[in-house]
């Protein structure tokens, strides 16, 4: 009986991934340090950054590059999945979650009290089919697998987050519904602080994802 022949995992995609993410948590630290006094982090979502003015300039460059080094370190992890030879399922899925990324980082959500347009439209639906597919992609990548799998010894933190990562995605959606289904002219729902909670509970999920790949290189 022939041996099962471990997976090619790459430290140089988990560099590249762990660079875009770092370079995006650095690009949204910075926008909720300088535009604290305009955009609520409690009240209004990541998204609305883009209306947000640094010194007379258009905040709006520096939401896209968030969300595009964001999509940039994942197209990374995904290559190194692929590299991995995981799943189609996690790769079409994460793929989903890349695009998700790009399409907010170039259309943008429509302004708070204002009709609602196509574009703005287009925007909440790919962020919610991104963040609706960033956890399913962990939960098939940690499916049983060989002992050997570089994800098995982390399977139980990856799902315990992705877990997670639905959860607020559901918080996050049941206030937009409940909002559209209401038109309360006041929000009750504090959607800004869920999200940016998202946020990070994805960017953890992301990193533990990337682990192995890091772990490649002091092998």
Known sequence: MSKAVPAAVSPVHGR??????????????????????????????????????LGGRSA????????????LGSVALLAGLVKARRSPAVVVLLG???????????????????ARTFDGQLHNGAAITAFLALPAAAWLLTRRGTPKCPW????????GL??????????????FVFE????????EVTLGLFERLLFCVDLALLLTMVRPLLAAARR
């Not at 926008?31 to 604290?36: D, Q, Y």
């Not at 098995?152 to 799902?159: A, D, K, L, M, Q």
């Not at 992705?162 to 206030?175: M, T």
């Not at 559209?180 to 929000?187: E, K, N, P």
């Open 16 to 53: 590249l991934a762990l660079a875009g993410m770092a370079l995006a948590v650095a690009i949204a630290a910075d926008l909720h340090l300088r535009l604290s006094a305009q955009v609520s982090p409690v009240w209004q979502t990541l998204s609305e950054y883009v209306y947000g003015h």
């Open 60 to 71: 709006a460059p520096l939401f896209s590059a968030m969300c595009l080094a964001l999509a």
């Open 96 to 114: 989903v979650w890349c695009a998700g990324l790009t399409i907010c980082a170039t259309v943008p959500v429509d302004p708070d009290g204002q």
């Open 152 to 159: 098995e010894p982390r399977r139980s933190t990856i799902r």
């Open 162 to 175: 992705a877990v997670a990562s639905l959860a607020s995605v559901l918080i996050v959606l049941g206030g």
């Open 180 to 187: 559209l289904i209401t038109g309360s002219a006041q929000q």
